[in-house]
């Protein structure tokens, strides 16, 4: 248990605790004297160790909030936050022993300095380096990825890390000492750390290809530079089109990965039978994509991973993309994980969402809906719910079995080769309301199904016998009875109901909110 801290006037500290944090004569201080920047700042000072699930450092703008001397270790079993904006004065951590953290997220006039060693389990973020700095007394291990921004490095011990990006701002010179260009001091790479120190450019793993675009001695088309970038590309898509400094905190929290992990190809369509050995197009064997790409777009482009890949969420659709073939058109020639919501329920830009893998499918949710095509070889296992929206030039073709809780099919192309498992599993009639037409009618196709879960349904509505004889004017209820059937019978909540379905559908999923009237 941690003991209570006690509040200290910043100038009263080394009388108190016997702590100077402004030791010019060792070179450990902190370049932001807090005595003049408000001679009435305080520190919040714990004696001995200490443990937390969060240190959000960037969230106040109370002084003592912002400024913490620990006497012992610390440690942060999830974020660290020194990631805030700038209010005038700065955050400040100062600990006598070591740091352990899952994450440190630190910028602008943020100072981190420790006597001992610091030791992240994930990641570090060092962003914007005005007026900031880390010191590290011992070592600095960090067991995922660190980003550093031209930010003040101090590191006396060893630097242990796999992935440990610099980013290089001036004009793009990759032999300039790291000490000139983030004050690394005495900083020794450890001789079991494989190519630890990766030299980059505005986000960007630079090699020489994209060197030469930067020195404009190549011409490329403007798809072929895109795909350059977006290969080398350390973070994510998404993460990008935020704001870098400070959207990280928001990824932190929510356990979500920025870093662009993905090993992926952007293939020619026309090349990609012959580049994989993939027939995405295969018409014998009735497995292929019903809009060919080639008749929508010549020159378009699919993104193709070789091996099995996860993904957080999986947005195929979104407007940010939405204009760029090969961010709507994915191969996955392995299984696919998607830990949140495969997306490929989007607005109509004149070419098809098209995803095909030749392993196995598990998401959580997915959304599909109008000109989306997913071919999955092996199985779909799908955790929440599948909504199959607005069936125009649209399918999902499942080589073996479809595991889902709930799912709502609103008369949308369905293959299925092996067996349905779900508990609920509603299709939508239109009208007229013949519920004894078999499934084929209604453009499903399932070798092995129990009907017994299959509820065939009108207008996101469960149909019973009292409904139909309302729909056929066979009932003399009042209008308010009439609503009071309706609402028990309906499937969405109310709340769902009144949005734009075909779209609002991803945000729910996204917040986690339920859909379902249950």
Same mark, same amino acid.
């Given at each position: ?64 909030? %912002? ?31 070591? !740091? ?5 997220? =630190? ?61 290089? %701002? ?107 050995? =993939? ?48 961010? %709507?058109?994915? !191969? ?8 949140? @919501? ?28 109008? @000109? ?13 719910? @599948? ?72 207008? %996101? =509505? ?5 409904? !139909? ?50």
């Amino acid at each position: 248990m941690n003991k209570e801290p006690d509040i200290i006037k910043f100038n009263e500290i080394k009388e108190k605790t016997g702590i100077n944090v402004l030791d010019y004569n060792s070179g450990i201080y902190f370049f932001n004297n807090p005595d003049n920047i408000g001679p009435d700042s305080f520190f919040t000072v714990y004696e001995g160790d200490v443990e937390l699930n969060y240190l959000g450092m960037a969230d106040s703008y109370e002084c003592e909030k %912002r400024a913490y001397l620990v006497i012992g270790d610390l440690t942060v079993n999830g974020l660290l936050n020194m990631c805030g904006d700038d209010v005038g004065y700065p955050i400040q951590l100062y600990v006598t022993g070591n !740091l352990k953290a899952k994450n440190i997220s =630190i910028a602008t006039l943020s100072e981190l300095i420790v006597l001992g060693n610091i030791e992240i389990e994930n990641s570090l973020l060092a962003l914007n380096p005005v007026f900031a700095q880390i010191y590290c007394g011992g070592d600095l291990s960090i067991n995922n990825k660190a980003y550093i921004d031209e930010f003040p490095l101090t590191v006396k011990g060893k630097l242990k890390c796999p992935n440990f990006y610099v980013e290089i %701002r001036q004009v793009y010179n990759f032999d300039v000492p790291l000490e000139e260009l983030i004050n690394i001091v005495n900083m020794n790479v450890a001789d079991d750390t494989k190519a630890n120190i990766v030299r980059v450019a505005d986000r960007i793993i630079i090699d020489d290809e994209i060197l030469a675009i930067e020195n404009d001695e190549v011409d490329y088309t403007d798809v072929e530079m895109d795909i350059i970038y977006r290969k080398h590309q350390i973070f994510t898509d998404e993460y990008e089109e935020g704001n870098v400094s400070y959207d990280n905190v928001k990824y932190f929290k929510e356990g979500k990965n920025f870093w662009n992990d993905k090993k992926f190809d952007v293939v020619a369509f026309n090349e990609i039978k012959e580049k994989t050995g =993939i027939n995405v197009l295969d018409y014998n064997s009735g497995i292929y994509f019903f809009n060919n790409p080639d008749e929508i777009d010549p020159d378009c482009f699919f993104t193709v991973y070789q091996g099995d890949v996860n993904f957080d969420d999986l947005e195929l659709a979104s407007l940010a993309s939405s204009f760029e073939y090969e961010k %709507r058109a994915y !191969l996955i020639i392995g299984n696919l994980t998607v830990n949140g @919501l495969l997306n490929m329920c989007g607005g109509n830009v004149g070419y098809p969402i098209q995803l095909y893998v030749t392993g196995n499918l598990k998401a959580k949710n997915i959304s599909i809906a109008t @000109l989306s095509e997913l071919i999955v070889l092996g199985n779909i296992e799908i955790e929440n719910s @599948l909504l199959a929206l607005n069936p125009a030039l649209a399918q999902i073709y499942c080589g073996g079995d479809l595991s889902v809780n709930k799912a709502y099919i609103e008369n949308f192309p369905l293959n299925i080769k092996g067996e349905i498992k779900s508990s609920n599993f509603y299709v939508e009639i239109s009208e007229p309301y013949n519920f004894d037409l078999p499934l084929e009618e209604f453009n499903i196709k399932v070798s092995n199904i129990d009907e017994q879960n299959i509820i065939k349904v009108a207008q %996101r =509505i469960i149909v019973d016998d009292e409904i !139909l004889a309302i729909e056929n004017g066979e009932t003399d209820f009042a209008d308010e009875e009439i609503e009071n059937i309706y609402s028990k019978n309906q499937i969405f909540t109310p709340e769902f109901k009144e949005t734009d379905i075909y779209h609002d559908n991803i945000e729910f999923f996204k917040k986690g909110k339920n859909i379902w009237n249950n």
